[in-house]
T-cell receptor
Framework: KQEVTQIPAALSVPEGENLVLNCSFT??????LQWFRQDPGKGLTSLLL?????REQTSGRLNASLDKSSGRSTLYIAASQPGDSATYLC???????????FGTGTRLTVIP | DTGVSQDPRHKITKRGQNVTFRCDPI?????LYWYRQTLGQGPEFLTY????????KSRLLSDRFSAERPKGSFSTLEIQRTEQGDSAMYLC??????????FGPGTRLTVT
């Protein structure tokens, strides 16, 4: 069974700092890897999706990379802002039907 | 706003009672997913529908759980004979294709 791990569980950074969130998965046979953000008491918002054949995806200040062979993905956030404070979750699609295996998340706090 | 709504937002019930949750995606969402999220964990896949057909069910979906999507529009998730371990956030997501998942705000269930 696929297991997805995210380290660290929580991270606090001062505003303006660049940061990297880590995600690792045990089964490299994935169709895609997605990053979501979750605000307290709310549902998830999709940030980036990397197909298994891709190495990275970028959206604004966010850049996600994927290394299938090592079972790792990273989410890079440039010039962090207080509005980036949220829990960030990575999720692997094992079947191609988008039935996702989620990590436990990294809770990010950006301090003004 | 993803356009996916869930009702109720909160439900408190006594152990042994039956509960039913509803998810309303937008009309273009041919796919519909249910997840369960416990405190401090990432969401866990329960089941998904393509139109009205239930195509996959997780082993987490015990005999006490049943999900329907009768006309390929809204979906219901029923839990019979609730147990304290069922306390969680139940998330619904809709999408038009394999790579889309727009999450609703979730239904928080508390079993006392």
């Amino acid at each position: 069974k696929q297991e997805v791990t995210q380290i660290p569980a929580a991270l606090s950074v001062p505003e303006g700092e660049n940061l990297v969130l880590n995600c690792s998965f045990t089964d490299s046979a994935i169709y895609n890897l997605q990053w979501f953000r979750q605000d307290p008491g709310k549902g998830l918002t999709s940030l980036l999706l990397i197909q298994s054949s891709q190495r990275e995806q970028t959206s604004g200040r966010l850049n996600a990379s994927l290394d299938k062979s090592s079972g790792r993905s990273t989410l890079y956030i440039a010039a962090s802002q207080p509005g980036d404070s949220a829990t960030y979750l990575c999720a692997a699609d094992q079947t191609g039907a988008n039935n996702l295996f989620f990590g436990t998340g990294t809770r990010l706090t950006v301090i003004p | 706003d993803t356009g996916v709504s869930q009702d109720p937002r909160h439900k408190i019930t006594k152990r042994g009672q039956n509960v039913t949750f509803r998810c309303d995606p937008i009309s273009e969402h041919n796919r519909l997913y249910w997840y369960r999220q416990t405190l401090g964990q990432g969401p866990e896949f329960l089941t998904y529908f393509q139109n009205e057909a239930q195509l996959e069910k997780s082993r987490l979906l015990s005999d006490r759980f049943s999900a329907e999507r009768p006309k390929g529009s809204f979906s219901t998730l029923e839990i019979q004979r609730t147990e304290q371990g069922d306390s969680a956030m139940y998330l619904c997501a809709g999408g038009r294709g394999v790579y889309e998942q727009y999450f609703g705000p979730g239904t928080r269930l508390t079993v006392t």
